[in-house]
């Protein structure tokens, strides 16, 4: 259960009678356990210092039959694409106080935002955009609960917070005035969309090197994976010829948003924070998770095993997007980065694709 409060008070010395507007969308992870589960924070771009923090929020998510929030923790949920968006609408009045409207309406949208001033057109796009009416015009005396549902929208996206650009559904209601501005309250809901398996998944295979000096290949099983699988691998060291310092894996999250994304190619993917005033694409590179897998120098012959559990990235993941709506994409990648002792840095990124599995 889900309830969003607001008060509210003078717009520009406008009254508005004391009037709250109360949203509570039902269902719960009890109630809808397929469908609907506990997240620990609203879900954003940001990497979390505490690097525990993603495993305990794995660890609560792998819970089957969570009943209650942990305390302290807020109720947020995360509903599945499935799921219908329903609740009711409470329209509280203080005793002795009235209030004159022309209609009472709930609305559901799918948006696009892009940040100001990081993009030229338009900043946000509605990919959904449904609306109800709750009351004809009339008058308000007493508190009125009403129910609403928005049943059977298709949401082709999942809710994403980027930096430059956002994914997010939200039921947003209305009371209209005449000559004033509407009273408004919105709720954002959160939706994950489950993924399927790709039934061709090959591994990563790779040979690169300086000529005469380095020659390694590496291997990972698959390209493709689940947000709570393991990445398994190895370096093999065919020719060492320079002396390697240490060598560490990171991988990497790249948003490129902008019109025109699915045209561009790529542009701008290899920088951080960079723009093309072109083709006015914006891309932001963000080191999720970095470690050490190797300290010292090889030998011809040596193989570096790989494992690393996507789980412990401290922060949020996402599935691949793949220019959505021509307006943006979310990209990761593994950068596999050798140092020698002169702190010359040799690096290789290969792309992985990212699915969801399951909800939360």
């Not at 390694?216 to 002396?243: A, T």
């Not at 790529?266 to 951080?272: E, K, L, M, N, Q």
């Not at 990235?313 to 990209?331: G, M």
Request: aromatic share 8%; charged share 25%.
């Amino acid at each position: 259960m889900v309830r969003i409060v607001t008060k509210r008070g003078s717009f520009f010395g406008l009254g508005t009678a004391g009037l709250q507007i109360k949203i509570h969308l039902t269902g719960t992870p009890e109630s809808h356990p397929n469908s609907i589960v506990y997240l620990r924070h609203r879900p954003s771009w940001k990497v979390r210092k505490n690097v525990f923090s993603a495993l305990k929020s794995h660890a609560m998510s792998a819970n089957p039959h969570p009943t209650l929030a942990p305390a302290g923790m807020d109720r947020i949920m995360v509903y599945g694409s499935e799921h219908d968006t329903e609740g009711e609408v409470t329209l509280a009045m203080p005793a002795g106080k009235k209030l004159d409207h022309l209609g009472v309406q709930v609305k559901f949208f799918g948006r696009i935002d892009m940040e100001a001033g990081a993009h030229e057109g338009r900043p946000s796009y509605d990919f959904i955009s449904l609306s109800k009416e709750l009351l004809p015009p009339g008058s308000l005396y007493e508190t009125r609960t009403i129910p609403f549902n928005f049943r059977g929208v298709e949401k082709i996206h999942e809710t994403y917070h980027g930096r430059n650009v956002s994914v997010k559904y939200f039921v947003r209601v209305e009371v209209l005035r005449q000559w004033l501005p509407p009273i408004t309250q919105e709720h954002e809901v959160i939706v994950q969309l489950l993924g399927v398996e790709p039934s061709i998944n090959e591994a990563i295979k790779m040979e690169v090197g300086i000529e005469d000096c380095l020659h390694i290949e590496f291997e990972y099983e698959k390209k493709c994976y689940h947000m709570h699988d393991v990445i398994c691998g190895k370096i093999n060291f065919l020719l060492v010829r320079i002396k390697i310092k240490h060598m560490e894996l990171a991988v990497i999250r790249r948003e490129t948003s902008g019109e025109g994304v699915a045209m561009s190619g790529g542009v701008g993917s290899t920088t951080t924070g960079g723009k093309n005033d072109l083709q006015n694409i914006v891309t932001e590179t963000q080191t999720l998770l970095k470690y050490e897998i190797m300290d010292g120098a090889p030998v011809k012959g040596e193989s570096i095993p790989v494992r690393l559990y996507l789980t412990g990235i401290p922060a949020d993941l996402t599935p691949t997007y793949h220019a959505e709506n021509n307006r943006f994409s979310v990209r990761y990648f593994l950068n596999l980065v050798l140092v020698d002792e002169e702190d010359r840095r040799y690096f290789k990124q290969s792309e992985i694709t990212l699915w969801r599995k399951e909800l939360g």
